[in-house]
């Protein structure tokens, strides 16, 4: 969409404005003598002068040891250095001469008062007038608000016929019928008015980051082809108090100005959060934010201006910011599922020359998890790739190795193992893959390779879910942390010893075990409580426990004692399928990298 801006004015303008003062200066505190070229000339030229009667004024300076003088025309202005000379007086006497000290010359009372006291206030105020324009002016706003500073600086998008359009954003089917609505009322607001209902004045889009949020408010905007406001909620966030709630009014100002309109305020905890009676509470914040909800209830139902806002963390804003009438709607954008992600994978491969061949599907598959953003980042990484090889067309091999830099980083070229090193990571990795293959549950194995990666994994094993999981069963969890210690597993049954390859798996092994203690009710003791609350639930989820000393100690206990029973059902499943292990190992040693159809393959051969 097109930005609207501010004509700005020319720098020169500022700069004429600063001479013209400093003209003035002149004009006022210049000698008459400044007029004029003065000339240099030696004492003896100054008495031959003097004595020949052709001098009109002088002017003797004892403090800069200088005399100024004309000659009888006052024409010319000569300057020479002052010398002893006791007889100066009489001989400027004879001559005739108009002279003065620099006592009589010295400045009339009001002009002493101009230079020293008007003077100097002018050319403050009229810096400040110059800085106060440029501030503006960055702000993007006119108008006379002391300093700019309470101007909000929204960028204003008009219609459009290039906005983003809801086919645009895909997947997100939920979130987009929800907001379709909006779009039907900015489109005929009567057919609402006639029925008595009212839209609602504030939408809140939900999710974690890089799930479309913005291009979802975006798109409202292109389809119900109105003005677009955006701003993020910390550019309300000023130094001065009053400032942030100044903006809000003026944001208001403006749109109501331009309604039906959608104003969008992103990460909007940045002046919602709750308010609390903290010591050294967030007064500007908490004006701010006072401001917004004023706002809110200020405008009449029916106005057209609506106000969509995004934030990952909805458990942070304040009460009186999602009561209905304000923020009454709540649209969840969450992470895609498989088919979304292929919708996403399919509208950003649109972008770039792609080969017939591509199985988008599978890609999909393989990036379980990633959020849109990290999708478009993927078909950028597989193109940028496309041209590094000198290729016309991205190949679903790109694809898939642009997954793998987005998960592990890229190849590390200089990363040299030794050949024990590499023999261990090969265990370790196949120990991975086979725990996981043979426990009937585990997703299958999609990839496995020991080529260092540059976010340091030496080795991964890169499974593949085979459609959209919405619950997992208590065995499929144990099933996964099993396989989670299965690198482990493999190289203690064949080296006998442990490294510190397995940093991650223990991480990730203990936060799955933990989860299923605490939240997820899957121990017997402590049966269907709660342990432990999750804040952040859209970024990372951290968790907090909420209960005795006694029960932590208990609770891990209990995880110890999960992930160690799975560490020994890795163990058994391995010790039992040793010679496969040992064939695969030796198998991923050679090739460095195989595919989970060869690995199949091995495994279920005779
Ligand atoms: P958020 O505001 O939720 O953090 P954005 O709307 O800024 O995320 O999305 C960032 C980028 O991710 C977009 O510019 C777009 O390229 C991509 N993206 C995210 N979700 C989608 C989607 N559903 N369809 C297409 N592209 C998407």
């Not at 700005?8 to 400044?34: D, E, Q, R, S, T």
Request: proline share 3%; charged share 25%; aromatic share 6%.
């Amino acid at each position: 969409m097109n930005e609207v801006k501010q004509p700005k004015k020319p720098l020169i303008y500022y700069y004429c404005i600063v001479l013209i003062c400093l003209l003035l200066f002149n004009a006022l505190a210049m000698p008459w003598l400044m007029e004029r070229q003065i000339q240099n000339v030696s004492y003896n030229t100054f008495i031959s002068m003097t004595e020949e009667g052709n001098i009109g004024r002088v002017e003797i300076s004892e403090q800069d040891n200088v005399i100024l003088f004309t000659d009888k025309a006052d024409e010319n202005v000569y300057k020479t250095a002052m010398v002893d000379d006791p007889d100066l007086t009489q001989r400027l006497y004879d001559a005739g001469a108009s002279f003065f000290g620099e006592e009589i010359q010295q400045m009339s009372p009001i002009l002493s008062v101009l230079l020293t006291w008007v003077l100097p206030l002018v050319i403050f105020i009229g810096i400040g007038q110059l800085m106060s324009k440029k501030l503006m002016d960055r702000a993007g706003g006119k108008g006379s608000m002391a300093f700019g500073m309470g101007k909000s600086n929204a960028k204003v998008y008009v219609k459009s016929s290039k906005g983003i359009k809801f086919s645009d954003v895909a997947g997100e089917d939920e979130a987009k019928e929800n907001l379709a609505e909006i779009v039907e009322y900015l489109h005929d607001p009567q057919k609402y008015k006639e029925i008595g209902a009212s839209m609602p004045r504030g939408i809140l889009l939900v999710g974690p980051p890089g799930t479309g949020k913005t291009m979802l408010a975006k798109a409202v905007a292109g389809e119900a082809n109105v003005p677009f406001f955006s701003m993020s909620g910390s550019e309300f966030v000023e130094m001065f108090v009053g400032m942030g709630a100044s903006k809000v009014r003026d944001l208001f100002r403006q749109a109501k100005e331009k309604a039906p309109c959608i104003v969008f305020i992103d990460e909007i905890d940045a002046i919602g959060k709750k308010r609390d009676s903290q010591m050294g509470g967030n007064d500007e914040r908490e004006q701010t934010l006072n401001q917004l909800l004023t706002e809110m209830d200020g405008f009449d139902e029916n106005n057209g201006v609506i106000i969509l806002a995004a934030t990952n963390r909805p458990e942070s804003l304040d009460p009186a910011l999602l009561r209905p009438g304000r923020f009454d709607r709540r649209v969840p954008v969450e992470l895609p599922d498989l088919k979304g992600r292929e919708e996403i994978l399919k509208v950003h491969a649109k972008k770039i020359k792609a080969a017939d061949d591509v199985d988008y599907n599978k890609i999909a598959r393989m990036a379980s998890g990633a959020s849109g953003a990290e999708l478009a980042n993927i078909v950028n990484e597989a193109a940028l790739r496309a041209v590094r090889d000198h290729r016309g067309c991205v190949t679903q091999a790109d694809l898939e190795e642009s997954i793998e830099v987005v998960i592990a980083g890229y190849q590390k070229k200089n990363a040299i193992l030794t050949d024990r090193e590499k023999m261990i990571v090969s265990y370790h990795e196949i120990g991975h893959a086979l725990v996981a293959a043979k426990q009937t549950n585990s997703a299958p194995v999609q990839k496995i390779t020991i080529v260092p990666r540059t976010l340091g994994a030496l080795g991964y094993t890169m499974q593949v879910e085979e459609g959209n999981h919405y619950l997992m069963t208590r065995e499929e969890m144990e099933n996964k942390i099993a396989t989670y210690t299965g690198g482990r597993a493999a190289k203690e049954i064949v080296f006998g010893t442990v490294t510190t390859g397995a940093s991650n798996d223990i991480e990730q092994a203990t936060k799955l075990a933990r989860s299923m203690i605490t939240r997820y009710g899957m121990c017997k003791e402590f049966d269907m409580v709660a342990m432990e609350a999750q804040t952040n639930q859209y970024l990372g989820g951290d968790s907090s426990l909420t209960c005795s000393a006694e029960t932590q100690k208990l609770i891990d206990e209990k995880v110890v004692e999960l992930v160690r029973q799975q560490h020994e059902k890795a163990a058994q499943i391995l010790m039992e399928n040793r010679a496969k292990l040992d064939e695969l190992s030796r198998h991923l040693y050679q090739r460095e990298t195989i595919t989970g159809e060869e690995f199949m393959q091995i495994l279920n051969a005779v």
